[in-house]
């Protein structure tokens, strides 16, 4: 019995999110984590789309909406990922997964160098 009154609320809040979908504007990142998680990005991808937005925001001139804590704190989250990343090619033994990871490794360490590339554009010159 009480399985099935959690189903019913399980199902009642999916209805209740779809009908506050459909009639509001609801931001994309609320619609994300609709279905526990499932369809949650993986964290190089977040951080990328994060460092992308910067970039747009800075093409379109609003530069100034960027502070550049927000920009450290992307860097430093991509940096304990690749840390991440490196140990666990060293605990690994399939060479398959190793080349999956020193891929990711790769991409990490372009999207570092991507953001201190974007900090150096937000922040102002020291004199």
């Known amino acids: 019995m009480k399985q099935l009154f959690l189903t019913s609320q399980l199902q009642n809040n999916a209805a209740k ?6 009639c509001c504007a609801v931001p994309a990142r609320w619609a994300k984590h609709k279905d526990n998680g499932s369809d949650r990005q993986m964290g190089l991808e977040k951080y990328a789309n994060k460092i992308d937005e910067y970039f747009a925001r800075l093409e379109d001139g609003k530069a100034k909406k960027i502070k550049p804590s927000h920009v450290l704190k992307v860097i430093s989250k991509l940096q304990k990922k690749e840390q991440g ?4 090619i060293e605990a690994t033994e399939k060479d398959s997964k190793k080349d999956r990871l020193k891929r990711k490794v790769l991409i990490a360490r372009e999207h570092i160098k991507r953001a201190e590339l974007l900090l150096d554009k937000i922040t102002p010159p020291v004199k």
């Open 17 to 22: 999110f779809d009908l506050l979908q459909k």
């Open 85 to 88: 990343l490196v140990q666990e």
